[in-house]
């Protein structure tokens, strides 16, 4: 592809669709390749419970490569390189390797997660795992799909019905996030956490997990798997409230009959969800069609 600083129309977010799922593909072989040399990996710690290896840098700076080489005035937001964007129209938020600490470990859940945002607000998610060779992919107004099956969240009605992912952080303390446990055991609920909270996120959208919660996710987590989520027909709070982008927010998920149910679990009531914007809330970006798009 040639050199692009073309930011309008169906065909630039097409062109930004296709080249995030090849990106991604492409930096889930190379991260796959140095995870079956991770003892050669030179870890670091950046906090608790936040890891980092040479793998995770070299990825990234593959991504941010392979994208200023097509389109040169997009921004960029890494999880290691931090904000590159300016008043760019278009953003990429990227974690080159989510489930860092899983990764150096030996273990499968991890996952490369891509979302582009239009002018704020995230139009496009993609999350690879390379492991299991899946490509979750979304655009707003074209469906969800891992590979070619379109996704759709789980039916159930209750929390009993399927099952929960959840993700803890030390930015909320223990004593926060234990009663949230206790309700959903008293509401007969099952939940699982695997150490990757942008591969679970894309679990709910593939019907797999019924919904999932995070007292707080950074950007680059989340947001990838909200476009997912809410192309595959679920609910998902307002993430970028109050600075969501640069300093993270809450995360809950899940399909519509769940949805405010973890929420009041986790306390909080009065969280607002994304809604279907339509009419002209958003710009057309192909065949006439509002995409789905986000809004308070």
């Known amino acids: 592809m040639q050199e692009s600083n073309d930011s309008s129309g169906a065909s630039s977010l ?32 950046k906090g608790i419970q936040d890891m980092v290896s040479a793998a995770d840098r070299d990825v990234e700076h593959y991504i941010k490569g392979q994208i200023r080489a097509v389109f040169v005035a997009d921004g960029f937001f890494g999880e290691e390189g931090g904000a590159d964007f300016d008043d760019a129209e278009y953003v990429w938020v990227v974690d080159p390797i989510d489930g860092t600490a899983c990764f150096v470990n030996g273990m499968h859940s991890w996952c490369v997660s891509i979302a582009i945002l239009y002018r704020g607000q995230p139009v ?14 979304a655009r707003t107004g074209g469906g969800a799909f891992c590979g070619a099956k379109a996704l759709h969240v789980h039916p159930g009605q209750s929390l009993k019905d399927g099952v929960l992912g959840v993700g803890t952080s030390f930015r909320v303390g223990v004593d926060d996030f234990i009663p949230f446990l206790n309700a959903v055991l008293n509401d007969e609920g099952m939940f699982i956490r ?13 019907g797999r997990l019924i919904g999932y919660f995070e007292p707080h996710m950074n950007a680059w987590d989340a947001l990838a798997g909200f ?14 409230e ?4 640069m300093q993270g927010n809450a995360v809950v998920v899940g399909n519509p009959a769940v949805w405010r149910m973890i929420a009041q679990h986790a306390g909080l009531p009065s969280i607002k969800h994304l809604e279907v914007a339509t009419g002209d809330d958003w710009p057309h970006l192909g065949n006439g069609i509002p995409p789905t798009a986000f809004r308070r």
Not at 31 to 36: E, G, K, Q, T, V
Not at 227 to 240: H, I, K, P, S, T
């Open 242 to 245: 109050n600075n969501g982008l």
């Open 14 to 45: 097409e062109s930004r669709y296709f080249l995030a799922q090849a990106v991604a593909e492409h930096a889930g072989v190379m991260a796959l390749d140095l995870f079956r040399r991770r003892d050669q990996l030179v870890i670091e710690s």
């Open 124 to 137: 496009i998610g993609v999350v690879y795992d390379p492991n299991a060779n899946e490509l979750f992919h």
């Open 194 to 206: 695997n150490g990757s909270g942008a591969l679970m996120i894309a679990y709910v959208a593939a």
């Open 227 to 240: 476009v997912l989520v809410m192309e595959a027909g679920g609910r998902c709070n307002a993430f970028m």
